[in-house]
């Protein structure tokens, strides 16, 4: 179980900076006995609240440059005299029973609404806790966010704090103790169901500390490691079914049974100000949320190359080529000259199985008559979804479905080479390495012709998907036209695309990898070869409503669920890649795709920003599932993605 701890200093007297710093080390590596997955404290002064935490171990973060800037934040006015006081701290050093620690906000202390609160315990019926309780809803996965929002619930109806924190300790049920602040009030609260929280208060009456152990407040008030001014303090302990309330100015605690019929109405002492809450992942937010982009479509002012004119309107909108629709006749006409007998295949349709693909299919049979068979290219990393997806279409539409399957498990070693070799040297440029593997699809629709005897292969893609910040990333113009043809591509391009690659190749040899020879038959299957298909939408008008209506309600089309999105959601790999260009760049392929849809005056900008905000969340679930499927560790993968540097910020 989790070890939670705090300190109080009344005033500066008794510590200096070095001290005190040394006080909170111990009080973390004596706590670590108890968890080593994660760590984090919050600071809390008279002004602001300074939250860190880390998906390290108490030791480990110790030592990072994030923690001693947290401390430097928290800490520095009321050490240099610059505030009277009180300097307060609590801690965590985390042993994860709910909720995943490579996810920053899971980790303790957890932030929700007005508190900051370290738990440790289980909170056993926290779903029913949220069921119970509709108008709070959970934003991380932890248990402890429960016992917050609850709190925060009761106070916001009136009760004081303890009277809050009595009424959530009646509806939890589970080993629980815990320890928090609020940004309002001038005190730090305690409460626990077993007795796990010990504590001193130091010989002067002028500090205190607490634990969840005794013997880590008799190793820091006895013998060497004892903190100064504590030494021989007594050790008492806050009992089962008791709370405290700590006033950090005075130190005057009270404490009170959660017997809500017992506890003595309690006014805390209030702050004249709200305190800042200051935390990482909020700081990003916020910079992601103020990023210039263009003032027509939403390109963000870190996508590669942009430039905005007088009227804040970015190139991408200037050099934007409209999606002109060929008449629908003369796809009717072309349609014709391969249409049989209605029994024997006509045509062959590249099936991804995401809902372009498969709301093709179903024009092509329904609509112009034709009789599919098609085709899907299984790199290992279709998702299971996307293959129930298709089966729904192919069984309804009696559709004869060919399978060309690579060894899977040799291109997610491959996949799996390549990330690794990413993660110990991260570079946006390079991405689309990890999606090289699925480009023989294009190989290989072209030798199915063959094969098949089928002259008519139909591609679905969407010309909305255009990214050219992925190449942009590896330093390699837009180019405006090409989009269905890569092989057109000028040989100047392609160059330049194989020395950017080279590049990065030669500065990390992790790369010179088993997936070498697949990855350059890759490149080839792109850019190589001849991809002279009828591509559907350039006919048939692309409407994402009549899309996803046509899907979800013809076909029970199954949706994922981490993201409301229809977009995607066949392909493995996409929630990882774009969890990095978000965290990176502040915005990924839903910013660019929106974009286009904006210019086609398909959606307004308003709903764009909001389906943006939307589809940029993380998707967890599909992120761990990527994960596990190539085999890496899913919270050392998510900290190494989190501590690139930031374009934006
Ligand atoms: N070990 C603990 O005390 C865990 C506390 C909390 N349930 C968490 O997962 O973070």
Redesign the pocket.
């Known amino acids: 179980?989790?070890g939670i701890f705090g300190l109080v200093t009344s005033s500066n007297h008794s510590f200096d900076r070095e001290r005190w710093q040394r006080a909170v080390k111990d009080l973390f590596l004596l706590s670590q006995s108890r968890?080593k997955e994660a760590a984090g404290l919050a600071i809390a002064n008279p002004t602001e609240i300074v939250v860190h935490k880390d998906s390290v171990s108490a030791e480990a973060m110790l030592k990072t440059a994030d923690y001693e800037a947290a401390v430097e934040r928290g800490a520095r006015s009321f050490f240099a005299g610059e505030s009277a006081g009180p300097l307060a701290v609590i801690g965590h050093a985390?042993?994860?029973?709910?909720?995943l620690q490579g996810i920053d906000a899971n980790n303790?202390p957890v932030w929700r609404d007005d508190i900051v609160i370290v738990?440790?315990?289980?909170v056993t019926n926290w779903a029913e806790l949220w069921a119970a309780n509709p108008d709070i809803s959970p934003r991380a996965d932890?248990?402890?966010e429960v016992i917050a929002a609850l709190i925060h619930k009761y106070s916001a109806e009136g009760d004081s704090i303890p009277h809050a924190m009595s009424r959530a300790f009646n509806e939890i049920y589970g080993e629980t103790s815990i320890a928090f602040f609020t940004r309002g009030s001038n005190e730090l609260l305690l409460g626990t169901n077993t007795g796990s929280i010990h504590y001193c208060v130091s010989n002067a009456r002028d500090a205190f500390f607490f634990a969840s152990e005794k013997w880590i407040c008799q190793k820091l008030t006895l013998g060497q490691k004892a903190i100064p001014g504590f030494e021989g303090a007594a050790i008492q302990q806050l009992a089962a079914g008791q709370g405290m309330t700590l006033d950090l100015s005075t130190l005057e605690a009270k404490t009170f049974s959660f017997d809500p019929a017992l506890a003595t109405p309690q006014v805390s002492p209030l702050l004249g100000t709200q305190r800042k809450i200051e935390e990482k992942s909020y700081r990003l937010r916020q910079a992601q949320a103020n990023m210039r982009r263009c003032t027509k479509c939403l390109l963000p002012e870190t996508m590669p190359y942009i430039a905005y004119d007088a009227d804040g309107i970015c190139n991408y909108c200037h050099t934007y080529e409209p999606w002109e629709k060929k008449p629908e006749r003369e796809i009717e006409e072309y349609l014709s000259k391969f249409r049989g007998n209605g029994k024997a295949p006509d045509c062959v349709v590249a099936f991804s199985g995401g809902r372009d693909s498969s709301y093709g299919l179903h024009l092509l049979k329904e609509q112009f008559g034709m009789q599919p068979i098609t085709f899907s290219y299984d790199w290992g990393m279709v998702t299971d979804l996307g293959r129930r997806n298709q089966a729904r279409m192919c069984g309804k539409l009696g559709i004869e479905h060919i399978w060309i399957s690579a060894d899977i498990k040799q291109k997610r070693a491959n996949i799996r080479a390549n990330v690794l070799a990413w993660l110990k040297k991260p570079d946006l440029g390079i991405i689309p390495l990890f999606m090289a593997g699925d480009k023989q699809f294009f190989w290989y629709a072209n030798s199915l012709i063959k094969q098949t005897g089928i002259p008519l292969m139909v591609f679905c893609t969407n010309r909305l998907e255009k990214t050219d910040f992925k190449l942009g990333f590896l330093n390699v113009p837009p180019q405006v036209e090409g989009f269905n043809q890569p092989s057109s591509f000028g040989m100047g391009r392609k160059a330049k695309m194989l020395t950017e690659y080279g590049k990065r190749y030669l500065s990390n040899p992790r790369y010179l990898n088993r997936s070498i020879p697949d990855t350059a038959w890759a490149f080839l299957s792109y850019y190589g070869i001849n991809q002279d298909h009828l591509y559907l939408f350039d006919y048939v008008d692309w409407k994402e409503e009549v899309i996803d209506d046509t899907l979800i309600n013809g076909y029970d089309w199954e949706l994922a669920d981490d993201t409301p999105c229809t977009w995607r959601i066949g392909d493995g790999t996409a929630a990882f890649y774009n969890y990095i260009y978000t965290s990176v760049a502040g915005f990924s392929e839903h910013d660019t795709f929106r974009s286009n849809q904006i210019r086609e005056g398909q959606i307004t900008r308003e709903k764009a920003l909001a389906l943006v905000e939307r589809d940029n969340q993380p998707r967890w679930k599909s992120i761990r599932e990527y994960t596990q499927l190539i085999n890496i560790d899913f919270d050392e993968a998510i900290r190494t993605i989190d501590r690139i540097p930031k374009l934006y910020a």
């Open positions: 179980m989790c968890g985390r042993l994860v029973t709910n909720g303790q738990h440790n315990g289980i932890v248990d402890t």
